[in-house]
């Protein structure tokens, strides 16, 4: 989609040219993994379609569900590359619930095992090709994470209570997104990406340090929540009538959110500052007492 950006003689831009500083909106971003290898994955079994017309009702039941079972295999290969995307990007996070990549290995061999059957390749070649089916769309896709990342020395119970709160609070940023889009207007979908920018950093921030959690859970939760609410409602009027002052108020809003969580982020910073120093603190004394130099 095409973007505009601001200047002299953009409709929102200044008069003398000088746009307002904003953040890099791909500050942080990586290339996605889910790309053109999945989409084939759904292209590939379209021929059985072909296959399974004039060759009698065994060949198109057959050949029918080796396409379903592919298109299915495609489906959970690509929510499980998904899945991972969201894993690698945390430091502090659960393995995925259900292995999703290995199920399309297994459903990958299930459908050219059953495609092999239906063209008449006895019992043999069917075996070969899941098999080989499987283990290829291992090495292509990979394996699912199959352990929970976490910091060395915090405990479990902490680990998990992060990792739900950043889940938590994800699903809140993913449900702005959704709502912001009916409104139609690029730039505000824009300025609700630069305030989700500064959520994220302090939900990294968090995760490196699981004590900071009771500190920003209003934050991860109930200022989250809110702001999901308020971006639902805002998008809902704003789509039937263009009202500039629903306008005004709700960047008003997202102005105060973003400027709050930043200097949340920024108070566990120096907490975690002041923590370390007073810990090398108390080691300094222990070896002068133990007459260390």
């Known amino acids: 989609m095409a973007q505009k950006f601001g200047g002299k003689f953009s409709p929102d831009g200044s008069p003398g040219g000088n746009a307002a500083p904003q ?3 791909f500050h ?3 290339r996605s993994k889910v790309g053109g290898r999945v989409n084939l994955l759904f292209i590939a079994p379209l021929p059985l379609i072909w296959q399974a017309f004039g060759n009698g009702a065994t060949a198109l039941a057959l050949n029918l569900v080796a396409l379903g079972a592919l298109m299915l295999a495609a489906w959970m290969t690509r929510e499980g590359l998904f899945a991972q995307e969201a894993y690698d990007a945390r430091k502090v996070a659960r393995r995925p619930a259900f292995p999703r990549k290995l199920l399309g290995s297994v459903l990958t061999g299930i459908g050219l095992a059953i495609a092999g059957f239906a063209a008449g390749g006895g019992i043999a070649a069917p075996a070969i090709y899941a098999v080989v089916g499987g283990v290829l769309h291992s090495l292509a896709f990979g394996i699912d994470p199959m352990r929970n990342k976490g910091m060395e020395g915090v405990d479990q119970f902490q680990t998990d209570r992060v ?3 950043v889940e938590e609070a994800e699903a809140h940023l993913r449900a702005m997104s959704d709502a912001i889009k009916r409104s139609g207007d690029r730039a505000l979908e824009n300025r609700v990406d630069r305030f989700q920018q500064t959520a994220r950093v302090l939900f990294r921030t968090v995760e490196n ?3 900071d959690l009771t500190a920003a859970r209003r934050y991860l939760s109930v ?9 639902i409602k805002f998008s809902d009027i704003y789509a039937r009538n263009r009202s500039a002052d629903a306008r005004a108020d709700f960047e008003a809003l997202l102005d105060d959110l973003e400027e709050n969580f930043a200097t949340r982020n920024q108070k566990l910073l120096l907490d975690d500052r002041s923590d370390l120093s ?5 080691l300094r004394e222990r070896l002068q007492r133990e007459g260390v130099r």
């Open 28 to 30: 942080g971003a990586s």
């Open 23 to 25: 953040s890099e909106p």
């Open 209 to 211: 340090d699981p004590r």
């Open 163 to 165: 990792a739900r709160a």
């Open 278 to 282: 007073i810990e090398i603190d108390v």
């Open 223 to 231: 200022y989250l929540r809110g702001a999901r609410d308020a971006t």
